[in-house]
Structure formats: structure tokens, C-alpha cells
């Protein structure tokens, strides 16, 4: 197979830092162009938008999308009105609605849509899910807390109306969750907490549960200091299971399991290469649901403002 000619579309931190060494240490793909109001050069040729883009370089077959949330849609709704397969950073979309439209779209083109939730290939989820299988949970306690100062540095987009807050880190636990957990999750209270100069909550407190009725609690904070924590630790009837480091780490009874390396990125990118030959989807709206509840059901409290 011929490399896939690529445009990447949003050149912020996570894109230099994880997309750019991913794609350049793919043989499936050929960066050939970027577009960031920016204007930043990554060796390739940089365009201010996807439309100026595409008139430059019509041979671009597939777009990366790691703009801001709220800017997601109409540039990923243009690139597969233009025939384009489209991978989308994490969360897919702003809402569910603008996620379920391009989906829909997708299907009606044929045309390769991914949802790329990284944090789902970290090395130790699947060993997680295998280790779930067919134990009856009793308790399971998500602790996602990390310094938005330090993995969003000056980036306002993310306290404003439709950056999500600190669900933009606390989606990726939520997305090991709908992959890990056996059975649908159901959202029964939150509480989400709003700096007085915020748009978006600065932490969130979740309880969900499934159908047998396990407890699930969920703990954000974008404010944490120190040592960050990024940890899922499930109670069973037949042992304890410590996912941390985003799922780079696994404990059973407090023994370490061994794990490979970490590859999300260059995982992303291997399954977008064979969801663009199959012109396949992969778009799991399960993390973002659960978001969208937080907020519809989410009790709301004002905090002190944040910077």
C-alpha cells in the first residue's frame, strides 16, 4: 500500500508533542501539509485553514483534527464533505449532537471517521479488561487529578464555554471505563465546581453505577499540585486491581504486572491506517455521553476564581 497523504489541522502542544513523532514513525502515512492560525512550520507546508489547505494540495487523502473542542466540527464536517477520512483528537466533538452528525455523515460517505481515544492504548488497559472479565466488581474509585497549568499552559480554550474543563483530562478515565468495565454506566449524581472566572468546571465529582449495581465513584481536579495522579483501582470479589499512570502501570493485590511499552499515539495511528484502507469507523461516543450527563445532571457550585 502507497503511504496516505495526510494534513494535520491544529498545531498546539499535544500535536508537537505526540502526533508529529507518531505520524513521522508510521510508513502508512506522509505528512504534506498543516493548517494553524499560528502559522507555525513543521517542515511541511502551512496553511491558515483546511479549505485553503485542501485548494493547495487536493492529493491530501485523510485529516488529523487537534483544534480545540470547540472548533472541531465544522473543520471535520468540511474535510468529509471534500472526500477526506478524518481522525479526531479527544473528545470527537464539543457536543454529542455535532459527534452524532459527523458519524452520520461518515456512514453516508464511506469515508474512515475515528474517535481516537489514546488513553485506551495505554499498555496496560487490555490486560485491565481481561483481568475485569467475569469477577463481580464490588468498588471501583477513579482518581484523575493533575496541574492544568502544567499540560495546558496558556491555553484559555479550556476554561471557556465548550473546552470542557477539566473533563478534557477526565474524559481519558472515563474512556478506560467504558472500555474496562464489562457492562453500560449509568450516571447517578454529580458535582461539578466552577471558578468564579471559569466557563468551564475547574473539578467534578461522579457517581455512576451499572446494572449489578456496583458502586463508581470518579474524582477530577485540575487544580492538584506535586505528584499528579492519574489512577483507576477496582475492588472484586476475588482481588484488587490498581491501574496508574494513566494505565501505564497495573497492580493486582499489589504485586506490579508486567506491561509493554507505551505506544498511544503510534497505536492511533495504526488503526486509522486500516480504518482508511477498509473506509471503516471507529467512533465510541460512550465517554462523551457520559460527560454530556455530568453537565445535564451535575449539581453546580461556584469556587474561588483560578488561574
Not at 454529542?96 to 452520520?104: G, I, N
Not at 496496560?124 to 484523575?144: F, I, M, N, S, Y
Request: proline share 7%; hydrophobic share 45%.
Amino acid at each position: 500500500m502507497s503511504s496516505i497523504k495526510l494534513a494535520l489541522v491544529g498545531l498546539g502542544k499535544i500535536t508537537l508533542d505526540q502526533h508529529l513523532p507518531s505520524i513521522r514513525g508510521n510508513r502508512n502515512f506522509e505528512l504534506v501539509a498543516t493548517a494553524s492560525q499560528r502559522g507555525e512550520s513543521c517542515g511541511v507546508p502551512t496553511f491558515p485553514t483546511l479549505q485553503a489547505l485542501l485548494s493547495a494540495v487536493p492529493d491530501v487523502e485523510a485529516v488529523a483534527i487537534c483544534t480545540p473542542p470547540q472548533a472541531r466540527y465544522p473543520i471535520a464536517r468540511f474535510a468529509l464533505e471534500q472526500g477526506r477520512h478524518v481522525l479526531l483528537e479527544k473528545p470527537p466533538a464539543a457536543t454529542l449532537s455535532e459527534a452524532q452528525a459527523l458519524l452520520e455523515d461518515a456512514t453516508r460517505r464511506h469515508l474512515a471517521l475515528f474517535a481516537s481515544w489514546h488513553t485506551r492504548e495505554a499498555p496496560a488497559v487490555p490486560l485491565a479488561e481481561d483481568w475485569v472479565r467475569g469477577r463481580a466488581l464490588q468498588r471501583v474509585l477513579v482518581t484523575w487529578k493533575e496541574d492544568v497549568r502544567v499540560w495546558h499552559p496558556g491555553q484559555l480554550w479550556i476554561r471557556k464555554a465548550g473546552g470542557m474543563g477539566v473533563f478534557d483530562a477526565g474524559i481519558n478515565a472515563l474512556s478506560i471505563l467504558t472500555r474496562v468495565l464489562p457492562q453500560p454506566l449509568l450516571l447517578q449524581e454529580a458535582t461539578l465546581e466552577f471558578p468564579a472566572n471559569w466557563e468551564s468546571p475547574v473539578a467534578a465529582n461522579l457517581a455512576l453505577s451499572d446494572p449489578s449495581g456496583t458502586d463508581i465513584r470518579v474524582e477530577l481536579d485540575f487544580r492538584h499540585t506535586g505528584v499528579q495522579c492519574w489512577d483507576i483501582d477496582v475492588q472484586a470479589d476475588a482481588g484488587r486491581m490498581l491501574l496508574s499512570a494513566g494505565g501505564a502501570v497495573m497492580h493486582v493485590n499489589g504485586a506490579p504486572i508486567a506491561v509493554g511499552s507505551n505506544r498511544e499515539y503510534a497505536n492511533l495511528y495504526e488503526r486509522f491506517a486500516a480504518l482508511v484502507l477498509e473506509r471503516s469507523i471507529d467512533c465510541d461516543l460512550a465517554p462523551l455521553r457520559l460527560v454530556a450527563d455530568a453537565f445535564l445532571r451535575a449539581r453546580r457550585v461556584t469556587v474561588d476564581p483560578f488561574d
